[in-house]
């Protein structure tokens, strides 16, 4: 049972992944077919488009069903890429101390512009 399952999610990944794949094969396979049932500019030979209207189409469509998964898959990325990398507690960062900013007139304060030593042992 866990064969088959892992071969079904292999399968159904390898599919996910390979669809501009599937669906260009799928129109060099059946160009013929494609050019003469679903062309759109099949008034107009001297275009030369041969059904590839007709690809375009289903590859903006597929990219279109795509899009939604891969934007969430970014951002939950993003987000545990961030969580991991920025510290939890602020507070290394900040001091006590105002600092003068050279481009602008006002104080800035919490955070510390002097250069970091570490600790010396002697």
């Given at each position: 049972?866990?064969?088959?399952?892992?071969?079904?999610?292999?399968?159904?990944?390898?599919?996910?992944?390979?669809?501009?794949?599937?669906?260009?094969?799928?129109?060099?396979?059946?160009?013929?077919f494609i050019s003469e049932?679903?062309?759109?500019?099949?008034?107009?030979?001297?275009?030369?488009?041969?059904?590839?209207?007709?690809?375009?189409?289903?590859?903006?469509?597929?990219?279109?069903?795509?899009?939604?998964?891969?934007?969430?898959?970014?951002?939950?990325?993003?987000?545990?890429?961030?969580?991991?990398?920025?510290?939890?507690?602020?507070?290394?960062?900040?001091?006590?101390?105002?600092?003068?900013?050279?481009?602008?007139?006002?104080?800035?304060?919490?955070?510390?512009?002097?250069?970091?030593?570490p600790p010396s042992f002697?």
């Open positions: 049972m866990r064969l088959f399952i892992s071969i079904l999610l292999c399968t159904a990944m390898l599919l996910q992944v390979m669809s501009k794949t599937i669906i260009a094969s799928e129109f060099a396979l059946n160009e013929k049932t679903f062309c759109e500019n099949k008034a107009k030979p001297m275009m030369h488009c041969n059904g590839k209207c007709y690809l375009k189409k289903e590859m903006n469509a597929d990219e279109k069903r795509q899009a939604p998964v891969n934007s969430l898959l970014k951002e939950k990325f993003e987000i545990q890429f961030f969580k991991e990398i920025i510290p939890a507690d602020f507070s290394v960062f900040v001091t006590s101390q105002p600092v003068q900013s050279t481009l602008f007139s006002e104080t800035i304060t919490g955070f510390d512009c002097g250069i970091f030593h002697s």
